[in-house]
C-alpha cells in the first residue's frame, strides 16, 4: 500500500490571516498564495489536515459549536479551489496547562499529530507540518514530521533553543514551502538552488540557523 503524505497545516498565520480569537465565518479567508498552492500539493498525492491551538474555548471566549462553525468555513473555502480537508484537530487547553502532563496537544507538545496518525494510520516522519511559529515547528518535530518555518513575522525568535526548535526547512511564503515539499520529497537535483538557498538539510544548531535566518 502506498504511504499517506500528510501535511499538517497550522491554521492562523499559515493558511489564514490570524485575527486573534476570531470564529466568524465572514471574516475567514485563505492567503492567496495558500489558494494557489494548495490545488498543486493536493495534485501530487497530498492530504492535509489542521492542527490548531484554540485556547479561547478554555478562555470562554467561543465555544466549540463556533469553531465548528470555523472548521465548515475552511472546509467551503477548500473546496472552492478544488481541494479537501482530511481532518482538523484543535487544542481547547489554555496555556497555562501546557505541560505535557495536563494537556499533551497543545502545540508545542505533539498529541495532535499523533492522535491523527493513529486515527488515520500515518508514519509520521513520511509527514509535514507547516507552521508560523517554532511551536509548530517544535510539535513537528517531537512527533518526528518533517517540518517548515513559514516566516510571516509571527515568530519573535525569542526561544529559538533546543533540537525540537529548528525546521528542517525556512519558507518566506506559502508557495515556496509548497515548492520545498516537492523538491525534498522527489529528490530532485540541486533542490537547495530551488528552493533559494534556504533549505536547511541537516538541522543545524539553532545558533548556526539564527545565522543563516
Ligand atoms: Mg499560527
Ligand atoms: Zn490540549
New binding site residues.
Given amino acids: 500500500m502506498e504511504k499517506r503524505k500528510i501535511i499538517f497545516l497550522?491554521?492562523?498565520?499559515?493558511i489564514i490571516p490570524?485575527i486573534p480569537y476570531n470564529v466568524n465565518p465572514a471574516l475567514i479567508s485563505l492567503y492567496s498564495g495558500v489558494s494557489d498552492s494548495l490545488p498543486v500539493l493536493q495534485k501530487a498525492g497530498y492530504e492535509f489536515i489542521i492542527v490548531?491551538?484554540q485556547s479561547g474555548i478554555a478562555k470562554g471566549y467561543f465555544s466549540e459549536q463556533q469553531l465548528t462553525q470555523v472548521k465548515i468555513e475552511i472546509e467551503q473555502l477548500f473546496a472552492d479551489i478544488g481541494v479537501s480537508l482530511l481532518d482538523f484537530y484543535y487544542c481547547p487547553h489554555e496555556e497555562s496547562v501546557h505541560t505535557e502532563k495536563s494537556c499533551g496537544c497543545r502545540k508545542p507538545f505533539p498529541g495532535m499529530l499523533q492522535n491523527a496518525a493513529l486515527k488515520h494510520n500515518l508514519s509520521l516522519e513520511d509527514c509535514w507540518m507547516i507552521?508560523?511559529?517554532l511551536n509548530?515547528v517544535e510539535a513537528g518535530n517531537r512527533a518526528s514530521c518533517k517540518t517548515i518555518l513559514l516566516d510571516r513575522g509571527?515568530e519573535s525568535f525569542d526561544n529559538t533553543y533546543g533540537e525540537n526548535r529548528v525546521p528542517d526547512i525556512y519558507a518566506l511564503h506559502f508557495p515556496h514551502a509548497v515548492q520545498s515539499i516537492l523538491n525534498f520529497d522527489n529528490k530532485n537535483k540541486n533542490y537547495e538552488k530551488l528552493t533559494d538557498n534556504r533549505i536547511i538539510f541537516k538541522k543545524k544548531s539553532p545558533s548556526n540557523w539564527r545565522l543563516n535566518h
Avoid: V
Fill in positions: 497550522d491554521k492562523d498565520g499559515t490570524d490548531t491551538n507552521g508560523d511559529i509548530d509571527n
